[in-house]
């Protein structure tokens, strides 16, 4: 591709990240839209022009596609990353698909001649956490996050307990990230985020704590705690942040 051209982006989910990025390809002069799949191609009619529309995941080889940005759900990674690898670079907008080891060895292993990216999301701090992982230099993780009830979809005990929930915060989980994942994919994506970050300690050793809080009717909560190395005197370093993002209670 030479400096002059557009980069060509597939667009795999149309919910609110999928519009917003079709819209922000569509007003670019560098980027240019490649296609767009969803599950229900209603969504997109008079949207999207028909001929970017992509009626099958399994037809990607039909078209000229530099980037394709899954935007979806964890499963459409586990079934068809591999697959979107072999035609161009992936970024992975479903991290918490990564929990699984298979699948996240599978997908290194298939970066021979296009690249695999996974967004930071609303993970603060995560170059930071990255470089101490690369240094050997983190020894704990911990990422908390606190939402509403009505902005959680959970799945089997979690879900249970989440509808519980009435006048006071809730801890819905507390443990190794890579057990939250499945229970949890649409909501802890930042988490996966902070075990692809923090390598060295990864999905079974950094932890997640999921709190359902009935007071966050305007924010959702994300903390991140970092633990690193012990000096001479017996003094830890450590790096607390805590972000509040502004959102519609319906959002997740």
């Known amino acids: 591709m030479s400096n002059t051209e557009r980069r060509r982006i597939g667009i795999v989910g149309f919910g609110h990240i999928g519009r917003f990025l079709v819209e922000a390809i569509n007003k670019s002069d560098k980027l240019q839209l490649a296609f767009v799949w969803n599950r229900s191609h209603e969504k997109l009619h008079d949207i999207v022009k028909s001929d970017l529309i992509l009626d099958s995941l399994d037809n990607i080889g039909n078209f000229d596609v530099d980037l394709i940005v899954e935007v979806a759900h964890p499963c459409i990674v ?16 479903s991290p918490t698909s990564l ?15 296009h690249a695999l990216y996974v ?22 993780l911990k990422v908390t996050m606190k939402k509403h009830p009505s902005c959680f979809r ?11 929930v009435t006048d006071s915060p809730v801890v819905l989980y507390d443990g190794p990230v890579r057990d939250l994942c499945p229970l949890a994919p649409n909501n802890v994506n930042t988490m996966a985020a902070a075990a692809i970050a923090g390598h060295n300690l990864g999905f079974q050793h950094v932890s997640g704590c999921l709190v359902s809080d009935p007071s966050l009717l305007d924010y959702h909560v994300v903390e991140v705690d970092v633990t690193g190395p012990v000096n001479g005197e017996g003094n830890e370093f450590t790096v607390r942040t805590a972000r509040a993002n502004v959102v519609r209670r319906t959002h997740i």
């Open 119 to 140: 967004p930071s999301g609303a993970l603060w701090g995560g170059e930071d956490i990255r470089k101490m992982a690369d240094r050997g230099t983190l020894k704990k």
């Open 78 to 93: 586990s079934e068809y990353g591999v697959s979107f690898l072999q035609h161009a670079d992936l970024l992975v907008g």
């Open 154 to 164: 959970l799945s089997g005990a979690l879900a249970d307990l989440n509808a519980g």
């Open 99 to 113: 929990a699984d080891p298979s699948l996240n060895t599978r997908l290194r292993e298939n970066t021979t001649n």
